[in-house]
């Protein structure tokens, strides 16, 4: 339990209340944790600028609320009044994306109180909220309290005496969030091959790697094709040729500034989390391939399009039909029978002899375009919407599954 002394107590006893807890949140995340009744229990992650308001409706009796003193310092908590309600309809559009709600109790950042930091913050959380990951959703909850929770495999995974050689592969452009995939690394108990690509030599970080793994291999690639140029660069070098399942990951990292970079964060840490999440998840993604041999694939399911959330054309295709279909049909496909079935972000378990249906294209690195931000048509794009067609391509009986985040009881 948290120390009484950092904790903030707020009384909403009263039935049908609504409250205004105006506050500065002094910290850089974009998000404040509020416990209701047990500071013991795992916290609710509520967004919030630098100054908020926040309306709090309970239909509760006898309800608490505790926050901690320093992501919170109070300027108010008071009664909603008519007048507040009068002022809350601006820019209320973005209310549906940045409401929390658990069961009887409310709890709505006026976000469009706090000036342009807010309205962006809400922004992202609607982007978030497009791709099914809303503020009261437990993928979103589940992947803002990981580094809060222990994450013990809930039951043994037995594996085959015989089972696949695992690589693990990461792209790391920013090295800030080598962190995240240590956290998570670390709890694998299955011997696996790491491989590390790097955009510049980065001493610091290939001790720490090292450190962590001695045997591992860290490999300095341009900056060209983001995560998927280095990645092609790997299988043509045969770095994969000693491994059967390769997961491949990367450190995906939004570079705007301000609040909107919660997006990038949160979209990382979810991918990380569905594929790496805990040693139970790995060792039930292993055994997936292992009992099942028409398994090809399998990455986030938030994350498959198209999906109930992501389903248009400019969803799914963008800017980057033709070139897809020129690359599956130089591998032998037709655009007759090519069926849109892909992981956004790059980030999944594969088999890798499916890796081997892309050598006919004999591309390296130096195929892909240098850096400049592009946000579709280039030839990382398409090989995205490739990759997840590799398992029909080597035998239309192969499927693709999900990960689970969190994952199911």
Known sequence: MLDKDRLLEFDISDRGGSYLLAACRPQSPPFIRI???????????VPAASETEFRITSR????????????????????WSPLDMAKSFRLSRFHPFTRFEDGDLT???????????????????????????????????????????????????????QFPAIGIVIHLHYPDVWPDFEKRLRQITLPFKLIVTVSAEDTA??????SFHPESRILVYPNRGRDVGPFIQLLREGHFDDVDLVCKL??????TLGPRRVFGDVWRRLLLNSLIGSDDAVR????????????????????????????SHRDVWSNNEELTYRLVQRLGGSRESFKLDFFAGTMFWIRRELLDILKPLDLSQSDFSD????????????????????????????ILEDAIWPPEA
């Open 35 to 45: 416990w209701r009744d047990d500071p013991a229990s795992t916290p609710m992650f």
């Open 60 to 79: 509760t009796q006898a309800r608490k609320l505790f926050c901690l003193r320093d992501e919170v310092a109070v300027h108010a908590f008071r009664r």
């Open 107 to 161: 709890i709505l950042p006026l976000l469009h109180r706090s000036g342009q930091e807010g309205i962006d913050l809400a922004r992202a959380m609607r982007t978030l909220a497009e791709w099914g990951v809303g503020v009261s959703m437990p993928d979103l909850q589940a992947t803002l309290s990981y580094d809060l929770v222990d994450h013990p495999a809930r039951a043994p995974v037995p594996m085959p005496a």
């Open 205 to 210: 970080l290939s001790a720490g790697i090292r």
């Open 250 to 255: 990367h450190g995906k990292k939004s570079m």
């Open 284 to 311: 039930r993604i292993v055994r997936r391939f292992c009992e099942q041999p028409r398994l090809g694939m399998i990455g986030p399911s938030r994350f498959r399009l198209p999906n109930e959330f992501r389903h």
């Open 371 to 398: 850096e400049a931000g592009q946000p579709d048509g280039t030839l990382h794009h398409a090989l995205e919407r490739v990759f997840g067609a590799l398992p029909s391509l080597a035998n239309p009986a192969m």
